[in-house]
């Protein structure tokens, strides 16, 4: 039988099956009108193989582990058991952060509210820029982690309580880096002390769109001041947010920014 006669029984491209055989895992023996003697055992060899290498095992350890014990593959697929438990782990992690991007584009998109009440999880936040930027070893060493670990972690954005109280123009911003409490366990991250923990609970973000954060006046954030008048909320705390997305619009780089106030 010809390779590319064995190659169509098998369902794959003959180049293939020539490589499997300079691997070594075809045993046919050559013929002289250029025949091979191609056997079953040679199909189940290159099944095995190509399942095998279906989880990433290389063709050179298919073949190794074709004399191996059971105890030795057993822990060659454990450890790829655990490798692809903690990719697919990450990739939830980036899926759940792309879909709070997509969730925030649609709700710009639809024109719909901008101020929505949202339970927050515990986060940890660093600032490295602007009015309340720390820059101890500590931070750094915070700052670095985080800013290793996007998409899991996020572009925080802090201002000041004082600056919103006393009607300054600009506020006190601070952007640095955050992550979600959950995040840092699913990710294992060990944060210097340094790291500002913020209490999770009931909030009230207010979504807004502009092109410099640290021009930010109290009269971009009216509609969230008013709504909390409104429902007899007393700030007390510095307002705290995360930037989701910088994009053009009308001709001009703009800052999704969602900003909440403690309920």
Known sequence: MKVNEFARQLGMVSSKVRYYDRMGLI????????????????ALNIYHAQMLRSFDMSIQESLSAKNEELEAIDQWVGAH???LEEQIRWQEIKLLR???????????????????????????????????????????????????NMPFSYIAIKIG??????????????IGLGILERNKKKLDLKLPAEVERKEGGEILQY?????????LTRSDLKPLL???????????????????????????????IGVSAEL
Request: hydrophobic share 35%.
């Open 81 to 83: 058991v655990t490798e």
């Open 98 to 148: 792309l879909k709070e991007m997509q969730a925030y584009f649609q709700m710009m998109k639809d024109g719909r509210e901008r101020i929505a009440q949202f339970s927050r999880d515990n986060s940890y936040n660093v600032w490295n820029f602007g009015t309340g930027a720390v820059r101890t070893p500590g931070v750094q060493k915070a700052v670095e982690i985080l800013s290793e």
């Open 207 to 215: 979504m807004l769109e502009i092109s410099d954060p640290f021009q």
């Open 27 to 42: 045993q046919g023996e050559r013929q002289n009108n250029n025949y091979r003697n191609f056997t079953p055992q040679d």
């Open 161 to 174: 309580l004082q600056s919103v109280i006393e009607d300054r123009r600009p506020l006190d911003v601070s």
């Open 226 to 256: 008013a709504e909390c008048r409104q429902r007899n909320i007393e700030l007390k705390e510095d307002l705290i947010g995360r930037i989701y997305l910088s994009y053009m619009k009308n001709g001009m780089f703009v800052h999704g």
